[in-house]
C-alpha cells in the first residue's frame, strides 16, 4: 500500500532563514512525488514533482526538494523563508500501479515569523 | 483564465437531504477527482474519473455517488448525508493519467451536516 507521511504539524522558523517540510514516503514500485502549497481558503497549489532524474528537484516560489531513496524521503527545502511562505503543505504521492489514485500527507503548516 | 469552479463554496444542510456540489474545469483535461480533507488527515479520494463516462473509487467512497456524462463536469452526490460527512471537499483535474501530471485544484467546498 502507497503512503506518506509528514512527521511535523508545524513548523515554526524566522524570517530569512533556511526551511525544511519533512515528508517520508512508502510505495511498491517506483515513486512519484508531489509538493503541494495551501492557502487560507484556497485549494492546493503545485509547487514542483519528482517523476526521475536529479535527486534535487526546483519549483515554484523557490522551492526545491531533495528525493533521498535509500532514506524514501522528498523533504521540501527553501534557503530564505518568506513571511508569505506561510501555508499549509501537502506532500503526496501517485500510485505506481494505478496512476488515477493519489495519496496524501496530513499536512504541515509552516509559519514564518517576521 | 483555467480555473477548477466549486459550487457551493459552503453549504450547512441536515442528516439525510440530498445535495450535489458541482465541479466544473476549463481546461478541457480528462482525469477529474474528489477528495475531502479532515484536520490531521490530509486529503483522501473519495472518486475519479479518467473520461466522460469512466469512473472509478477511491479510499473513501462510501456514502458518495459521482457522475461523468461531460468532459467538463463532475458532480459529487450525497444521496443522504450524515454528520460524518461534514468535511471540507475538493475537487481536482489534470489533462490526463500520465505519471508527470499534476492536480490542478478548486477552492474547495465547506459541508457542515447538522
Known amino acids: 500500500a502507497q503512503s506518506v507521511a509528514q512527521p511535523e504539524d508545524q513548523v515554526n522558523v524566522a524570517e530569512g532563514n533556511p526551511l525544511t517540510v519533512k515528508c517520508t514516503y512508502s510505495v511498491s514500485g517506483n515513486p512519484y512525488l508531489f509538493w503541494y502549497v495551501q492557502y487560507p481558503n484556497r485549494g492546493l497549489q503545485f509547487l514542483l514533482k519528482?517523476?526521475?532524474?536529479?535527486?534535487l528537484v526546483k519549483g515554484s516560489y523557490g522551492f526545491e526538494a531533495e528525493f533521498n531513496k535509500s532514506q524514501t524521503s522528498f523533504h521540501l527545502k527553501k534557503p530564505s523563508a518568506l513571511v508569505s511562505d506561510s501555508a499549509l503543505y501537502f506532500c503526496?504521492?501517485?500510485?505506481?500501479?494505478?496512476?488515477?489514485?493519489?495519496?496524501f500527507g496530513s499536512g504541515t503548516k509552516l509559519n514564518v515569523k517576521p | 483564465e483555467a480555473q477548477v469552479t466549486q459550487n457551493p463554496r459552503y453549504l450547512i444542510t441536515v442528516t439525510g437531504k440530498k445535495l450535489t456540489v458541482t465541479c466544473s474545469q476549463n481546461?478541457?483535461?480528462?482525469?477529474m477527482s474528489w477528495y475531502r480533507q479532515d484536520p490531521g488527515l490530509g486529503l483522501r479520494q473519495i472518486y475519479y474519473s479518467m473520461n466522460v463516462e469512466v469512473t472509478d473509487k477511491g479510499d473513501v467512497p462510501e456514502g458518495y455517488k459521482v457522475s461523468r456524462k461531460e468532459k467538463r463536469n463532475f458532480p459529487l452526490i450525497l444521496e443522504s448525508p450524515s454528520p460524518n460527512q461534514t468535511s471540507l471537499y475538493f475537487c481536482?483535474?489534470?489533462?490526463?493519467?500520465?505519471?508527470?501530471?499534476?492536480?490542478?485544484f478548486g477552492n474547495g467546498t465547506r459541508l457542515t451536516v447538522t
Open positions: 519528482y517523476i526521475t532524474g536529479d535527486n
Open positions: 503526496a504521492v501517485r500510485d505506481g500501479g494505478n496512476f488515477n489514485k493519489f495519496y
Open positions: 481536482a483535474s489534470s489533462p490526463h493519467t500520465g505519471v508527470d501530471s499534476p492536480l490542478h
Open positions: 481546461m478541457n483535461h480528462e482525469y
